[in-house]
């Protein structure tokens, strides 16, 4: 059961502090927006090159932006960890999937809440991560999607039958309220932007996550 606390939730103009404000979580998730695939804008490479500099725990970059197949690999090159794209944005989503764990990151794909998981099955061979988002991408701070926990079961199901290490991910609205139900759905991987960034101590709050999620690991 790991913790990735989003930045989006934390200070601009402090990053380096901000990662290290949650050493103790086990990725820090990076939301690269384009104002296109989703109406924000935050940040891009040459940011994500500065944090892989002085991170103190491996990132997990979150791409919302079109033409990923063009731009997702030099996440990974550059020595991101794990590197997740939007199937919806994506002309060739197997082989991009491909090209990441080529250049040696994890590869991942995550799915709008309007998005099914069925067509997507297929990919599983390729693909160390599904991330099924709880929100509409673009903003922190909104209100978690109950309706998104079938989609999980689903995807959980789905990787039990394939086999293998891949990641169940949820992101958007995960704090102390819901993430129960998402462990409980089968989610092993919980971003939580404002739960983290938001709390009195941003350490506590990742522990406390935690806590609440490892009983139900699958
Ligand atoms: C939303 C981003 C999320 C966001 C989550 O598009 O993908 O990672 O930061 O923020 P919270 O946890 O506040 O919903
Ligand atoms: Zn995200």
Known sequence: MQISPSILSADFANLEAELHAVR?????????MDN???????????????????????????????????????????????????????????????????????????????????????????????????VEPGFGGQSFMVEQLPK??????????????IWVQVDGGVSMSTIEQCAEAG?????AGSAVYGAADAATAIDELRDLAVPHRH
């Open 36 to 134: 296109h695939f989703v109406p924000n804008l935050t940040l891009g490479l040459p940011v994500v090159e500065a944090l892989l500099r002085v991170s103190p725990i491996p990132l997990d970059c979150h791409l919302m932006i079109e033409d990923p197949d063009r731009w997702a690999p030099q996440y990974a090159e550059a020595g991101v960890q794990s590197v997740t794209f939007h199937v919806e944005a994506a002309v060739d989503p197997r082989a991009l999937a491909m090209t990441l764990r080529a250049a040696g990151a994890r590869s991942g794909i995550a799915l709008k809440p309007g998005t099914p998981w069925e067509p997507y099955e297929e990919l599983l061979p390729e693909v160390d991560m599904v991330l099924v988002m709880t």
């Open 24 to 32: 103790n979580a086990d990725w820090a998730h990076v939301d690269v």
């Open 187 to 191: 989610a092993d991987v919980f971003v």
């Open 152 to 165: 999980v079961r689903a995807v959980r199901e789905s990787v039990r039958r394939h086999g293998g290490e």
